[in-house]
């Protein structure tokens, strides 16, 4: 993805810095960091800088009707506004009394939330709200009007392939989008629904999901009959060469085997049998000429069965680890993964750091975790968001809104995701 690296004037900056690269086998320290700051769209990292864009957040609900058989955590009031999430969600046979607390995530731009006893048939029964992390009491005046329909939490995911060295800042090399949500014939179950949106890369990637803090041997994964990312189960793997769909992390964590090749996960094998690389849905007026093809985004729904209706409950987002395989270098067998900064010194498949993993101990982050799963990510080439030697552009560079803002301060811009730049998104 670096031929449009040339379009953004702080590759001029960076020339300088080139002379020293970064070598699995034989680590070059010297030098590294100013690779990565002449580079970087952004002229500093906020020391201790998280990268996170989610809090953790209860709210009790208290006043629960009878013949409610579910109560969920809204983002919004469904009477009122469209595109209302379920945060959080518990079925009252779990209930002790007519009292939930409901535990959720929260994004920096969610101030009030809504709770709702629905019965069995989604009637809404009672209503009410309050500020995030309150307490909400129901009440039965419920609008008569007809409520919008309500949809599962979703994260979009949006990765960089180049790690460790500089990429383009784009972070559309993979873009996957992550939907929860209970099952409603079986509450012990949560459902994770994966969608493959995006791949602008032009080589092979992989992918797989770790969820952490949740042994191997303490939940069982399994696969909807009707979608797979693998077209060809039979087909030799280079990245992901685990065949078993769930699988053990290093450290023993459950782990989902996603794909081994992106680009066989959005479109079929030729006719001669190659592979069809193209970068799927990060370019607009995608022609043969600048590599592009739009094709449909792939969903797959994963099944985790914890065994227990409380743990399915207090399952989040927050808890997933997305990440992707790539090769590094040209030629030989070294995998390394991809992960988003709280994750990303984890070695889940491989041990490709090779004990050297602090080398690697820095401010940058080949991942961005957008708690929106409509987020807008960056055209092919476009830096995610500008803001360097005085000149700000890029996709999310709206002032006081902007991701070179949120970079520098990350208690500064947080809603940037929500503003982007005409022209610079997909």
């Not at 906020?46 to 109560?71: D, K, M, Q, Y």
Request: aromatic share 12%.
């Amino acid at each position: 993805m670096k031929k449009n690296l040339v379009r953004t004037l702080f590759i001029i900056c960076a020339v300088g810095a080139l002379t020293t690269s970064c070598i699995r086998d034989k680590f070059k320290y010297y030098g590294y960091e100013d690779q990565l700051e002449g580079y970087f769209p952004v002229d500093s990292i906020e020391r201790g800088h998280t990268w996170t864009l989610t809090t953790a957040a209860t709210t009790g609900v208290s006043s629960i009707p009878n013949g409610a058989e579910r109560v969920v955590l809204l983002s919004g009031n469904p009477f009122s506004e469209s595109g209302v999430e379920v945060l959080g969600e518990v079925y009252t046979s779990s209930l002790a009394g007519q009292y939930a607390n409901i535990e959720y995530v929260s994004d920096p731009t969610l101030s009030t939330v809504y709770a709702a006893a629905l019965d069995k048939d989604g009637k809404y029964l009672a209503i009410g709200s309050a500020k995030v992390n309150n307490e909400i009491k129901l009440t039965t005046t419920v609008p008569t009007t007809q409520a919008n329909a309500i949809t599962p939490q979703a994260f979009r995911y949006c990765f960089e392939a180049d790690y460790p060295n500089p990429g383009d800042w784009d972070y559309n090399d993979v873009v996957m989008t992550i939907e929860k949500e209970i099952a409603p014939d079986d509450h012990d179950v949560v459902l994770l629904h994966v969608t493959l949106d995006a791949v602008g890369f032009a080589k092979q990637i992989g992918a797989a999901v770790r969820l952490m803090g949740y042994a191997n041997d303490k939940v069982t994964i399994t696969e909807d009959d009707n979608s797979s990312f693998i077209r060809y189960p039979e087909r030799e793997r280079a990245l992901l060469k685990q065949k078993e769909l769930q699988f053990a992390a290093i450290n023993g964590n459950a782990t989902i085997g996603l794909f081994d090749d992106a680009h066989l996960a959005m479109y079929p094998l030729a006719a001669d049998g190659s592979v069809y690389r193209r970068f799927f849905n990060t370019v607009e007026n995608p022609s043969a000429s600048n590599n592009g093809a739009t094709q449909p985004a792939q969903t797959v729904t994963y099944y985790l069965d914890f065994g227990d209706e409380n743990i399915a409950r207090r399952f989040q987002l927050t808890e997933v680890d997305p990440f992707i395989l790539v090769q590094y270098g040209t030629a030989g067998s070294n995998i390394w993964e991809v992960h988003s900064y709280p994750y990303k010194l984890t070695e889940v498949i491989y041990g490709y750091y090779n004990g050297a993993a602090q080398s690697y101990n820095n401010g940058f982050s080949w991942a961005v975790v957008v708690p929106d799963g409509n987020f807008r990510y960056p055209l092919e080439g476009q830096p995610i968001g500008m803001r360097k030697n005085s000149i700000v552009s890029g996709a999310y560079q709206t002032a006081g809104h902007s991701f070179g803002e949120w970079i520098l301060d990350q208690d500064d811009a947080q809603d940037w995701f929500l503003y982007p730049a005409d022209g610079a998104v997909y």
